[in-house]
């Protein structure tokens, strides 16, 4: 037995260790070296604590030591490791970062680790620099410049807030059947079919489908969100013109809500959503009859976030659209299908985000990435 470094536990010290170790909610290396104070304390040989811990005789030594020379706390703790100290100062690593913030060099798309190690050695007192090391100081600093993102940025002038606030107080009304709220958005999709015959599933071998793929044209669907209830429609068409989307309009009007007063209509500022477009399309007697039942709300620029339908459409392509369909009769049974399963299912949108709540802000949650976060989070799938 080791007596050189002699372990006696007060009571206090003793009760507490025990009460640590019959909970078990320790680190790993903290639990052992209580039980190895605990069975010294109790007078246990080091090769019989070496041996029931699973532990090495130096690990022991070391916390015997710790406990008599420094204190318990000491003994519980890991010793400061050696290691090589950060090879970039507090001083360098900010040239780093301001280098990795600033256009890349003529004739470079963008920053790569090798070109930032290479530009800082311009700046700094060292000999070299790994990439590994720049690799770390960016992660550390949450930076990649090697990477992009697109982004349409909203001009947030009187209009926007006039559509906006206009939006976000319909949406705020209680629900009238007699006036109901219809959000209206269109998304293209393409028919894709296989090259080659998919090998189906089989227990403990995953769908597999080749890379080869083959195009058989385009589609377009229309979808129509109620904001208010648990109603959707999808419309599959050939294209997005005129004629198709006020034959969705008047279909709205005649067999979606006839005993509707006025069908209030949000949608975007594409160039056939306009009355015009209707005119162009029936006669001016019926055109004015279908305009007499509709009411247009149009999203600001750059702001599709404050129109339900594109979640609703998201919704659509995560849960039925995010394979391969070749034909447009096919496209057309698996979005039918997918309307009346969501539809039966009572999922709605519920929106999250007000009037007043976009005023609070001071306008600085208007980017379309807080917006959209903050809706989605209520939406019910």
Not at 57 to 65: C, D, H, Q, V
Not at 286 to 310: C, D, G, K, Q, V
Request: charged letters at 30%; glycine letters at 4%; a positive charge.
């Amino acid at each position: 037995m080791n007596v050189r470094y002699r372990v006696d536990l007060s009571q206090i010290e003793r009760d507490e260790l025990g009460a640590l170790v019959s909970g078990g909610k320790q680190p790993v290396r903290r639990l052992k070296r209580m039980q190895i104070l605990l069975a010294a304390d109790a007078g246990v040989s080091d090769e019989a604590i070496e041996a029931s811990v699973q532990t090495s005789g130096s690990t022991i030594y070391r916390t015997r030591k710790r406990f008599v020379e420094i204190s318990l706390e000491a003994a519980l703790s890991e010793e400061p490791r050696p290691g090589a100290a950060r090879k970039l100062s507090g001083k360098d690593e900010v040239r780093l970062v301001a280098l990795a913030c600033s256009d890349p060099p003529k004739g470079c798309a963008r920053w790569t680790l090798k070109l930032l190690a290479n530009a800082l050695l311009e700046v700094v007192e060292h000999q070299s620099v790994s990439r590994e090391t720049i690799r770390r100081r960016l992660d550390d600093n949450d930076l990649k410049p090697w990477q992009k993102k697109m982004w349409c940025i909203a001009k947030i002038d009187g209009e926007y807030i006039a559509r906006m606030e206009d939006l976000l107080d319909l949406y705020a009304e209680p629900s009238d059947p007699k006036r109901p709220v219809v959000c209206f958005d269109e998304s293209p999709i393409q028919l894709i079919g296989e090259v080659r015959v998919p090998i189906v599933q089989k227990p403990g071998k995953r769908y597999r489908y080749d890379s080869e793929y083959k195009r058989n044209g385009t589609a377009n669907l229309f979808v129509m969100v109620d904001a208010n209830r648990s109603w959707r429609k999808v419309k599959v068409t050939d294209r997005r013109a005129n004629e198709d989307f006020v034959v969705c309009m008047r279909d709205l009007v005649d067999l979606d809500y006839p005993g509707a007063n006025r069908v209030r209509v949000v949608m975007d500022n594409l160039s056939t959503h306009t009355a015009s477009a209707v005119y162009q399309t029936f006669p001016a007697a019926e055109a004015r009859r279908i305009l007499r039942r509709l009411e247009f709300h149009y999203t600001p620029r750059h702001a599709s976030w404050l129109n339900m339908a594109e979640i609703e459409i998201g919704v659509m392509r995560r849960q039925c659209l995010d394979r391969r369909i070749d034909n447009r009769d096919l496209l057309k049974s698996e979005v039918d299908a997918w309307e009346r399963r969501r539809t039966e299912s009572g999922a709605q949108i519920r929106w999250m985000f007000s009037t007043d709540q976009a005023r609070e802000k001071d306008g600085k949650v208007l980017s379309n990435t807080f917006a959209q976060r903050v809706i989605i989070s209520g939406t019910s799938h």
